[in-house]
């Protein structure tokens, strides 16, 4: 089972928020929050939700940057269109009510398929029954708190965008208060009220969301959101925190554990087992990165599944492995496998032991409920901390996702995973790893990086509950492939699969990713061609909304004589390099190649190597390095491997 990514369905983790007193909301705001109010004639649409804020901010004396900076962090200000999240939140200001969601989502769980083929439960909890109210803790149960302080009605907190913020800003004003902190405008003074309504349960993990706020704040943010409303926080960057509140909360402080984290995320072990059961091991193996080997990839998964059910997978002996995993709800990373071991993660050894792996909790279908900004962050941080620790550029050819990953061998290929998916937020990920996208070549650059608008370029999927129907609308980082010009054109083919190819939302035979680079092989109007898969591939990329941008780097191309070139799925020494008593690798290329006056980006270049560790004991393992050097390339969806022997390297410059 080597390298594989799990695919459990179980309970997701869910958060605690502590009880809070407050006061009833006055009928001068519940009438324009509720929309009995007629709109000030000269008001946008579109700005509705930017004065809810100014509304709720002034009537709670809550600091109007602090809540709208929550409520960023809470949603990016999005409200789903009234559907719960992972753990029953609703809204802008993710006000949970647990008991409507688990009706909700086990109605809407029953039948559907998750993107693994498995039956897939988006519930709080697989089995459970709509509870009582008194059953409920009280931070499954935020929304209807929020409900007794301002007097609206639940359903109304759940379905109207204002009347959600409104109930997220009694709820900080109660902290507030509860704390002994002055109601007012400074927002140096709601360090505690915020770390209490990330509704954490320890210090550690509080911390890090009130930290992830104020980051919020200093830097400023700006948006569109799903429901068309422009919403703006401006930037404050000299604003300093009392994070001296924070003892205050009587939150609980961890112990500090034995992990392999930046210190400002909440870290915790859940050691993986490396232990011997009959005639095999795992589930990793141990190493010594990067004494021994350099690690050159952070590869992105999801997990298809839910917190516990992952947690009691990554302690089973006989399933795989990976490093860590991210709480969608949080942040909270667990730490499973240590940096310097190999984890069994990704379907490609060669892979596998130059990566380190970060599952992140949830579906790649249903991207709103559990692909939240928390999560988002904290993985972030995770991956800048690795990023320095190990060398490890910030780029697209060496942060990988799951789906980019390259099959090792032909009979692989068609069985290689999909995560994290196309609704995996690529271009907001790289802004918050400080390494924005961004146009680094001239106007007649024969390179070009993906970069579309997330939330404007909306692709029709197909297969996200059910086989050919069509997936709701939604922004995504991918943009889709023709053979020609023309929307009507065949997609592009992937031969490796062996399959027609569709628009199936685990179908990669004609999508390129945000972050990618290709070579350029044509253009015709709106339209530009690349190379991809060894065939000439084309996406709409209008001069007016850009789905590409110009880009410089270093190209492969077939050396002089040769009609093509063979792609590897994996970076293998020659025979010769091999010593005694440890057998050879087979150099096998894949079912793909590069004709003769094609050209593809270069990622990196590497000597062909192999990780020899088939033993449960240490003293046999090793590394064997050759003198073939290698070029990864972007060969298509995924990446591939071309020996530098084979071809001529060039750059594209600015």
């Known amino acids: 089972m080597r390298g594989f990514a799990p695919d459990p369905s179980s309970a997701p ?34 700005d509705q939700l930017q004065r809810a804020f100014d509304s709720a901010a002034a009537e709670y004396h809550v600091p109007r940057n602090v809540l709208l900076a929550v409520s960023y962090l809470q949603s990016r200000w999005d409200a789903h269109a009234g559907a719960p999240s992972v753990s029953g939140g609703y809204g802008p200001m993710h006000l949970t009510d647990a008991r409507t969601a688990l009706t909700t989502t086990e109605h809407h769980a029953e039948g559907t398929e998750d993107a693994r083929g498995d039956s897939a439960r988006a519930a709080l909890h697989p089995d459970a029954k709509a509870p009582a109210p008194a059953e409920l803790p009280a931070r499954l149960t935020t929304l209807r708190r929020a409900a007794e302080l301002t007097g609206l009605p639940a359903a109304r907190l759940r379905t109207d965008p204002a009347a959600n913020i409104a109930g997220g800003a009694a709820l900080l004003a109660s902290a507030q208060r509860e704390l002994g902190e002055p109601l007012g405008a400074d927002p140096a003074g709601w360090y505690g009220a915020v770390a209490e309504f990330s509704a954490a349960d320890d210090t550690a993990t509080a911390a890090a969301y009130a930290d992830d706020v104020y980051d919020v704040l200093r830097t400023g943010e700006r948006r569109t959101t799903d429901a068309g409303q422009r919403v703006e926080l401006a930037a404050s960057p000299g604003l300093r925190a009392d994070t001296a509140q924070l003892r205050r909360t009587g939150l609980r402080t961890p112990r500090a554990g034995d992990v392999e984290c930046p210190r400002s995320v909440s870290c915790v072990s859940v050691p993986a087992p490396y232990e011997e059961f009959g005639d095999d091991y795992g589930n990793h193996d141990l190493g010594v990165r990067p004494a021994a080997q350099r690690v050159k990839y952070i590869v992105i998964h999801d997990t298809e599944g839910g917190w516990d059910g992952v947690m009691n997978l990554i302690q089973d002996p006989t399933y795989v492995s990976w490093n ?75 942060i990988l996702g799951h789906e980019n990953v390259p099959g090792p061998t032909a009979s ?34 024969s390179l070009v990086t993906i970069l579309p608008d997330y939330a404007a370029n909306q692709p029709v999927y197909t297969g996200c509950t059910t086989k050919g129907e069509p997936c709701p609308a939604h922004g995504s980082g991918e943009v889709r492939l023709y053979s020609d010009h023309d929307v009507t054109a065949p997609l592009i083919k992937d031969i490796g699969l062996g399959t027609v190819p569709t628009d199936g939302v685990n179908d990669l035979s004609s999508r390129v990713s945000t972050g990618q ?10 339209w530009t061609a690349i190379w991809y898969l060894g065939q000439k591939a084309w996406f709409r990329n209008p001069h007016r909304e850009p789905t590409a941008v110009s880009a410089s780097g270093a190209t492969i191309t077939p050396k002089a004589g040769l009609a093509s070139v063979p792609v590897y799925g994996r970076a293998y020494p020659e ?12 150099v096998v290329p894949l079912p793909y190649t590069i004709p003769a006056g094609q050209k593809y980006v270069v990622g990196d270049r590497m000597p062909g190597e192999y990780y020899y560790a088939v033993t449960f004991t240490e003293d046999s393992h090793q590394v064997i390095t050759g003198k073939d050097l290698y070029y990864e390339i972007q060969y298509g969806h995924r990446v591939g491997f071309v020996r530098a022997a084979d071809v001529d390297l060039s750059a594209v410059r600015r």
């Open 324 to 398: 860590y995993t991210i709480r969608s709800t949080d942040g909270l990373i667990a730490q499973h496998v240590k940096a310097k071991d190999v984890a069994w993660h990704a379907g490609n050894w060669d892979v596998n032991a130059r990566s380190v792996g970060i599952e992140h909790e949830g579906f790649l279908t249903d991207p709103d409920a559990w692909y939240t900004e928390a999560m988002y962050r904290s993985s972030a941080r995770l991956v800048k901390y690795l990023s320095r620790a190990y060398g490890v550029p910030l780029d697209r050819q060496h």
């Open 13 to 46: 983790g869910v958060r605690r928020l502590k009880r809070t007193a407050g006061t009833l909301v006055s009928a001068a705001l519940v009438l324009p929050l509720l929309g009995a109010a007629p709109a000030a004639p000269t008001a946008s649409p579109a």
């Open 412 to 445: 692989t290929v068609p069985g290689m995973h999909t995560d994290p998916g196309p609704y995996w937020d690529w271009r907001h990920y790289f802004e918050l790893l400080g390494h924005p996208f961004e146009r680094t070549g001239t106007s007649r650059s």
């Open 575 to 586: 025979k010769e390099a091999y010593p005694t008593g440890v057998p050879a690798q087979s």
């Open 517 to 526: 680079q290709y070579a350029v092989a044509g253009r015709w109007g709106d």
